[in-house]
């Protein structure tokens, strides 16, 4: 389900709508506290989440990042603004409804876990199933199915206290998923955890998610976590969005200095991967092209080589010289022709495909997915002014 943000105002205080006018006049935060008492929460955030998506919100303390997650189940109503989730209007829900978008759609994991002390581990799990009025035994299978997903078989009848932070949070998330709601909210949901565990937790969700695909908020205060997790990266200031970007434009471009500290002390070769720099194959041509076409495609693009594709899966480049050889010895087909590429995954560091491409005299370096399905290219340029 994707979730598009419309033009959101959220005033704290006495008498929001009153002030509401101030603040699209382009009173800041500051002065509008000193001026009426009101706490400005949200300042006219507009934001588009696309279905499949993990969607990182950052920002310092007191930005804004709560108060906006929590627009999106209509835990807080907005001063002023839309909130569509595929395409209906939150805010127009009757209570029947918003109940029901709550209990099948969309659930949430806290950054303190929010487990019942006194239940148990599978209690705990059901919790979802059971207000949603399913019997005992089915959701009893639902809540073991994903406690054994976050790797909690055996620990079913303990309860929270017994378990270390790490895996009550993986209690957290296995009972958000349980309902399997479309859209997953997580504010700051692994910052109470230490470092290693946390990343794990991060490897999970990420491995989780490749099947999932879910919708996913994320809120966090961390940059790696924001880079390692975040399809797209939304970032708040005093509760405006200063701004939103693929992980890359955040690095590459930070919109101001606000976003500069906070990505100034990123080391960009261990946190972007060839995933995140790949360019799109220019010429792509198939084993059974003829080389006479092959050579002109080349030429007439004053490009180096071809792709040579046999549906997704790269076979090998083809460079102008071999074409142009194949086409002397009249070949019929580009098989005996090719050049070796080497391949790296879309997860690889570019910490690791920097000595990879330095040490294989400046040919590209093709990035495969999880299927070995060919994504395209990460070229020397490109990488090096990344890392520069
Ligand atoms: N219920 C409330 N009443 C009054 N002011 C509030 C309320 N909730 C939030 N605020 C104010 O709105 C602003 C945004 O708060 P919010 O909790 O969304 O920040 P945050 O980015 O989540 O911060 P943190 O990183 O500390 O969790 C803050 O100035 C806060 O004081
Ligand atoms: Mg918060």
Known sequence: MNIQIRNIYKIFGKKPEAQLAKVKDGM????????????????????????????????????????????????????????????NDVMAMNPQQLEDFRRHKIS?????????????????????????????AERDKKANYWLEQVGLKGFEQQHPHQLSGGMQQRVGLARALTTDPEILLMDEAFSALDPLIRREMQDQLLELQKSLNKTIVFITHDLDEALRLGDKIAILRDGKLVQTGSPEEILLSPADDYVQAFIQDVN????????????????????????????????????????????RHLKGLITQLDAQRACQEQADGLHDYLSAVHTVHCDTELEQVLPELLTRHGGPIAVTDNDGQFEGWVCREKLIALVA
């Open 28 to 87: 800041g935060k500051d002065d509008l506290l000193d001026a009426t008492g009101h706490t400005l929460g949200l300042d006219n955030i507009s934001l588009d989440i696309e279905a499949g998506q993990i969607f990182v919100i950052m920002g310092l303390s007191g930005s804004g990042k709560s108060t906006l997650i929590r627009h999106f189940n209509r835990l807080i109503e907005p001063t002023d603004g839309h909130i569509l989730v595929d395409g």
């Open 108 to 136: 949430m994991v806290f950054q303190r876990f929010g487990l019942f002390p006194h239940k148990t581990v599978l209690e705990n799990t059901a919790y979802g199933l059971q207000i949603q009025g399913l019997g005992p």
């Open 268 to 311: 960009r070769a261990r946190v972007l991967t060839a995933g995140h720099v790949l360019q799109p194959a220019k010429l792509t041509v198939t084993l059974k092209s003829q080389p006479a076409q092959v050579l002109e495609l080349i030429r007439s693009n004053g490009a180096d080589y071809a792709c040579v594709l046999d549906g």
